[in-house]
């Protein structure tokens, strides 16, 4: 990708309210991003043992809760 390339991304990406970045999460595009992360968390923490679990539970939360929902939790 040129500089230019990434930056006209960049823009259109920025510029996208929460409501439509929420609805491209809910495409499931972002799914494997998400899961790599928890991965990492669950190491972090010293809980490699609990993976598994916490894969099937996040499958399930990404059908169960919307982008906005979780994204309500998660606002501290």
Known sequence: M?????????F?????S???IDEMYNSGMF???TEGYL???LKI???EDRQGEAQV?????HDELT????RKKGEL
């Not at 259109?12 to 996208?16: D, E, N, R, W, Y």
Request: net charge negative.
């Open 18 to 20: 929460k409501e439509e």
């Open 31 to 33: 799914n494997a991003i």
């Open 45 to 47: 923490m010293g809980l």
């Open 39 to 41: 991965m990492e968390v």
């Open 67 to 70: 982008a906005g929902e979780a």
């Open 12 to 16: 259109t990406l920025f510029s996208k």
């Open 57 to 61: 539970i996040l499958y399930r939360l």
């Open 2 to 10: 040129t500089k230019e390339e990434h930056k006209n991304l960049m």
